[in-house]
């Protein structure tokens, strides 16, 4: 592992900030520490949905070494993260068995959860996928506040800005979260995984709990 770690340089990373593009060969990968760095799928109208979210237990550009990338690394949540020369990847993965079923693992549970989400969407209402994405966020940041607006999160699912804006005032009745300007807190972490659909529980080591009254938020 050593022959990885000395090629890695800290460096921060901004909101809004573009790693690379999709169709572009990227230069880096990144190991994010607390930054959170999103999957975008451009659209032809100018949309942009987040396809799969990116944070500690994760690797950004694994997936298109030395091809062109099939999506856009923006990074969603500023913070820190590793980045590695892909050339010194390549050279690194060579002599590095450990890696190697280190990445396999990573990329399994990361198919397992990309069509666990694919199902999320044509099946669970609003509330469910804005929870499982919650909880996700929290997971890859291990901090209660998540920065972002209603309109992000509407672009982020898909979802019209005033159907994000209705689920979200439903949760905070129940007192889940606790909203602020361009700031959702969470305050019942335990309400929320009890009440979550159970695609969010797809590669989780625990196990759903007992549920609780559920949100119709459709």
């Avoid at 890695?8 to 230069?27: C, Q």
């Avoid at 590695?84 to 390549?90: K, R, S």
């Amino acid at each position: 592992m050593q022959l990885l770690t000395n090629q890695m340089t800290l460096v921060s990373l901004r909101k809004g900030e573009t790693l690379f593009h999709a169709g572009e060969v990227p230069r880096y990968v990144y190991f994010p520490v607390n930054a959170i760095v999103s999957m975008c799928i451009d659209m032809e109208d100018g949309a942009s949905i987040e396809a799969y979210m990116l944070g500690n237990a994760c690797k950004v550009g694994m997936g298109t070494v030395g091809q062109p990338s099939f999506y856009r690394a923006c990074v969603r949540n500023s913070g820190l993260a590793y980045r590695m020369p892909v050339q010194a990847l390549l050279h690194a993965r060579a002599h590095c068995p450990t890696y190697v079923q280190r990445v396999f693992a990573v990329t399994n549970r990361m198919l397992m959860q990309l069509s666990q989400t694919i199902v999320c969407s044509k099946r669970h209402t609003i509330a469910q996928q804005l929870m499982r994405w919650m909880l996700i966020t929290l997971d890859r940041t291990l901090d209660t506040h998540i920065e972002i607006t209603h309109q992000e999160l509407g672009e982020i699912l898909g979802f019209r800005r005033e159907a994000i804006t209705l689920a979200l005032g439903k949760m905070t009745s129940q007192g889940f979260i606790q909203i602020q300007r361009g700031e959702v807190e969470v305050l019942d972490r335990s309400a929320l995984e009890a009440s979550v659909c159970e695609c969010y529980w797809t590669g989780q080591q625990r196990q759903k709990p007992t549920p609780v009254a559920c949100v119709d938020c459709a």
